[in-house]
Nanobody
Framework: EVQLVESGGGLVQPGGSLRLSCAASGFTFSTTTMSWVRQAPGKGREWIAAIYSDFREYYANSVKGRFTISRDNAKNTVYLQMDNLKPKDTAVYYC??????????WGQGIQVTVSS
């Protein structure tokens, strides 16, 4: 059974940083493309970052230069380092697996709130 468990969310002030983690199990993590997707209040889901098995990274323009995705295959964990956070980054953040460019498994999501 595929399991994706996010952690590290919470409340942060504008300009601050958070690091999200996603612990994965139930599949071969090292060969799987991993993504982060977010959903802001009242909006649809937005893909924001992906990291491939060869460690290539891709980002949405909305987070490029502020967010960094990384992976630790020894720990079956993917991370999202979020710097210079803005109120518009407030959302539920989801870890997900990707196959052929399509999201196929989702975590339960974790809340990130950016507010003073």
């Amino acid at each position: 059974e595929v399991q994706l468990v996010e952690s590290g969310g919470g409340l942060v002030q504008p300009g601050g940083s958070l690091r999200l983690s996603c612990a994965a199990s139930g599949f071969t993590f090292s060969t799987t493309t991993m993504s982060w997707v977010r959903q802001a209040p009242g909006k649809g889901r937005e893909w924001i970052a992906a990291i491939y098995s060869d460690f290539r990274e891709y980002y949405a323009n909305s987070v490029k230069g502020r967010f960094t995705i990384s992976r630790d295959n020894a720990k079956n964990t993917v991370y999202l380092q979020m710097d210079n956070l803005k109120p518009k980054d407030t959302a539920v953040y989801y870890c997900a697996t990707m196959e052929g460019g399509i999201i196929d498994y989702w975590g339960q999501g974790i809340q990130v709130t950016v507010s003073s």
